[in-house]
């Protein structure tokens, strides 16, 4: 179960165009579980599957599969080929120690990141310190991620802001500049995607634990 949480920091709340629908390659890094992740992210109509090549002590391969219109979140496990559902809620309840109030900073730098131009901010609270680059050019929006997403603290933050964007790149640091998580998108493409991909495959069985 420890590997599920990577995926807050994976799918952070983005400030996303309506009905994207395409995939989103990214890599992801999480301090606290020890995690190296390849993630390739498929969009299409409410629905999310997130598949992941993870490297911890060992490599893990496993997705996770969301329906947000039914609140459905599953487990897909590729070492047993078991599906363990989750209880949806558990998603809203790990965030990135973010208070509404913290203090965001506009800097003058500027980059390319997955070939689009972005703006670097800096997010300061108590606790952790964001890096976090914004791109205004992705054709990507807010209104289609799932909704424990839209309730998250960074969203949050950067809404009371008034910034409007995709981030391509954050990391996350501690006071004393240790990484702590950190996500990298490499490439965005819009596509058709078959809405049977969004399904518990056939020959996955289905767990009731949700131990992994």
Request: proline share 3%; hydrophobic share 40%.
């Amino acid at each position: 179960m420890k590997y599920l949480f990577s995926i807050l920091f994976v799918i952070i709340p983005f400030l996303l165009m309506a009905q994207f629908e395409g995939k989103i390659d990214m890599k992801t890094f999480s301090k606290d579980t020890e995690e190296n992740a390849q993630v390739e992210w498929s969009i299409k109509d409410g629905m999310y599957l997130m598949s992941f090549d993870s490297k911890t002590e060992e490599r893990l391969e496993y997705s996770m599969l969301i329906k947000d219109a039914k609140k459905e979140l599953w487990f897909l496990s590729v070492h047993d080929n078991g599906a363990y559902q989750i209880p949806y809620q558990v998603m809203s309840q790990k965030d990135l120690n973010l208070p509404l109030n913290s203090v965001v900073q506009k800097t003058e730098e500027k980059s390319k990141k997955a070939g689009f131009d972005c703006i670097k901010y800096k997010i300061i609270s108590t606790k952790v310190t964001i890096d976090i680059w914004i791109s205004d050019d992705t054709g990507i929006t807010h209104s289609d991620m799932p909704s424990f997403m839209k309730n998250g603290t960074l969203l949050g933050v950067l809404k009371l802001n008034g910034i409007q964007g995709f981030p391509l790149e954050f990391e996350v640091k501690d006071m004393a500049g240790e990484l702590l998580n950190g996500q990298y998108i490499e490439k965005i493409t819009a596509q058709k995607l078959a809405t049977s991909s969004f399904e518990v495959p056939s020959n996955y069985e289905i767990k009731t634990s949700t131990s992994k």
